[in-house]
Structure formats: structure tokens, C-alpha cells
């Protein structure tokens, strides 16, 4: 599958899924823009591209905080100086809670989830969208990394859920809304995944809650490679997925079906 040609943005691409995501567009041949938070780590990672022999002209890196409204509009400025036109956008950059119920959730932490797993998509797919709809030939697609925590409420906390099934909304709005005008949006649920957001999980949580989670994942606790989470992401951007406009993607190795 070739993705020569193509623009893609990708939040959160420091590592993890986010960073295969970028990394299995440059070996389709597509330019990235690479954005996360954490500096040292975009910058190791850039190198880790340069090493195996994607350069400047076909990489991209912006130091974004993705709640920071200027800083993403820096990194879609950027992108369009650098390679004139997008056509992917991956909204991947999230964080977890701490498994606490509504009782017990703190607005603080319920604030900062809400704003990094939903309305930094909204931020990134609005100027997204309108970049698609500017340019020629117009059109591009959104994939949005959700979680198997917007169909399953014992997952996570409240916080975390209600952010992720916000997401799938957000996702079927903006098909639908935009499904006659060359964009598609569609939104994956990964089960689990050795990533950054199982480090954060492991501190404070609230024991009850993750107790939860863990009788749920006991019945099929496989955990998913993020390099094949990744292959499924280009094929849903790609051409050969055109008629998916709004679908909810389960990438769980099955989990979901038990």
C-alpha cells in the first residue's frame, strides 16, 4: 500500500502507537508531521527515523502541547509551509485517568483528560477540515485512536470513558456532516497495548476501579503489537477503505467478542 505523495499529521508520535503509526506511513512513502509534548523523546525519535533513512525532506517534528490552541496552529502552519496540503490526520495523543468513579473523580483530573483525549481532537479535526476543504484536490481523512473503554465502562475511570466514547461521537458527526465533501473519519478501539498510557496507569490508581478492569481483561487478556494497530490505521486512511466513512474499528486481537 503506497502512500506516496501523501501528508500526514500525527499527534502523540513520540512513541507508542503513535510513533508506529508515523513510522508505517514513512515506509508507505507518505511525508509526517510528528507532534508530541515531550521534547527529548520527539527529538530521539527523530533520530531514530533519520537512522533508518527518512529525512528532513519527508519528516516533520513540532513540540505541541495538544490543550495549547497556538501550538497546534503552529504545527499545522508548519506543515503546510513545509509540504503544501494535508491528507491524514491521526488524533492518537491521549493520557489515562486513575480508574476512579464519578463519586470520587476530581474535577482537575476529569479537565485535563477531557481536554487532552477530546477536545484536542475537536482542536486538530477542525483545522483538519478546513484544510481539506481549501485545498486541491480537496479532501482527506481523519482516523481518531479511541479505546475499547468507549464501549466498555469498566475499562477505566470516568474520565477516560466518557472522553473516548465522546471521541466515537465526534467521529460519526464529522462523517456524517462532511461524507459528501471528499472526508472520511473513522475511529479505532484498541484493546491493550504495551504503551506509555500503561506506565501512567500504574501510579495512584484507584484500586477498585483497576480491579475491574483486570476481571475484564482476564477473559482474553491479550495484548495487542502496535505495529499491527498500526497496519489496520493505513489501510482505513487509505484508498482501498473509501467507503468507510464513520466506522468504529475494533483492534482488540477479539477481546471484544467475549
Given at each position: 500500500?503506497?502512500?506516496?505523495?501523501?501528508?500526514?499529521?500525527?499527534?502523540?508520535?513520540?512513541?507508542?502507537?503513535?510513533?508506529?503509526?508515523?513510522?508505517?506511513?514513512?515506509?508507505?512513502?507518505?511525508s509526517?508531521?510528528?507532534?508530541?509534548?515531550?521534547?527529548?523523546?520527539?527529538?530521539?525519535?527523530?533520530?531514530?527515523?533519520?537512522?533508518?533513512?527518512?529525512?528532513?525532506?519527508?519528516?516533520?517534528?513540532?513540540?505541541?502541547?495538544?490543550t495549547n490552541?497556538?501550538?497546534?496552529?503552529q504545527?499545522?502552519?508548519?506543515?503546510?509551509?513545509?509540504?503544501?496540503?494535508?491528507?491524514?490526520?491521526?488524533?492518537?495523543?491521549?493520557?489515562?485517568?486513575?480508574?476512579?468513579?464519578?463519586?470520587?473523580?476530581?474535577?482537575?483530573?476529569?479537565?485535563?483528560?477531557?481536554?487532552?483525549?477530546?477536545?484536542?481532537?475537536?482542536?486538530?479535526s477542525?483545522?483538519?477540515?478546513?484544510?481539506?476543504?481549501?485545498?486541491?484536490?480537496?479532501?482527506?481523512a481523519?482516523?481518531?485512536?479511541?479505546?475499547?473503554?468507549?464501549?466498555?465502562?469498566?475499562?477505566?475511570?470516568?474520565?477516560?470513558?466518557?472522553?473516548?466514547?465522546?471521541?466515537?461521537?465526534?467521529?460519526?458527526?464529522?462523517?456524517?456532516?462532511?461524507?459528501?465533501?471528499?472526508?472520511?473519519?473513522?475511529?479505532f478501539?484498541?484493546?491493550?497495548?504495551?504503551?506509555?498510557?500503561?506506565?501512567?496507569a500504574?501510579?495512584?490508581?484507584?484500586?477498585?476501579?483497576?480491579?475491574?478492569?483486570?476481571?475484564?481483561?482476564?477473559?482474553?487478556?491479550?495484548?495487542?503489537?502496535?505495529?499491527?494497530?498500526?497496519?489496520?490505521?493505513?489501510?482505513?486512511?487509505?484508498?482501498?477503505?473509501?467507503?468507510?466513512?464513520?466506522?468504529?474499528?475494533?483492534?482488540?486481537?477479539?477481546?471484544?467478542?467475549?
Open positions: 500500500m503506497s502512500f506516496l505523495g501523501n501528508v500526514v499529521l500525527v499527534t502523540g508520535a513520540a512513541g507508542g502507537l503513535g510513533k508506529a503509526i508515523a513510522n508505517a506511513f514513512l515506509q508507505a512513502g507518505a509526517v508531521t510528528i507532534c508530541d509534548v515531550m521534547a527529548d523523546v520527539l527529538q530521539n525519535t527523530v533520530k531514530e527515523f533519520n537512522s533508518a533513512g527518512f529525512g528532513d525532506d519527508r519528516l516533520l517534528s513540532t513540540e505541541t502541547d495538544v490552541e497556538a501550538a497546534i496552529d504545527a499545522f502552519t508548519r506543515t503546510i509551509q513545509k509540504f503544501g496540503r494535508l491528507d491524514v490526520l491521526v488524533n492518537n495523543a491521549g493520557i489515562t485517568d486513575k480508574w476512579q468513579p464519578v463519586g470520587s473523580l476530581e474535577r482537575s483530573l476529569w479537565d485535563r483528560v477531557i481536554a487532552i483525549n477530546l477536545t484536542a481532537p475537536y482542536l486538530f477542525k483545522r483538519a477540515v478546513n484544510q481539506f476543504l481549501a485545498q486541491e484536490p480537496s479532501g482527506g481523519i482516523i481518531n485512536i479511541a479505546s475499547m473503554a468507549a464501549i466498555k465502562g469498566c475499562l477505566a475511570g470516568a474520565a477516560y470513558v466518557s472522553s473516548k466514547s465522546g471521541l466515537v461521537g465526534l467521529t460519526k458527526n464529522t462523517a456524517a456532516a462532511y461524507n459528501k465533501k471528499n472526508i472520511r473519519a473513522v475511529v478501539l484498541p484493546g491493550g497495548m504495551n504503551t506509555r498510557l500503561i506506565n501512567q500504574n501510579n495512584g490508581v484507584d484500586e477498585e476501579g483497576f480491579a475491574l478492569t483486570m476481571k475484564a481483561g482476564a477473559v482474553e487478556p491479550k495484548i495487542s503489537d502496535v505495529n499491527d494497530v498500526a497496519k489496520s490505521v493505513l489501510f482505513y486512511a487509505g484508498e482501498h477503505a473509501y467507503i468507510s466513512n464513520g466506522a468504529v474499528i475494533t483492534v482488540d486481537g477479539g477481546w471484544s467478542a467475549f
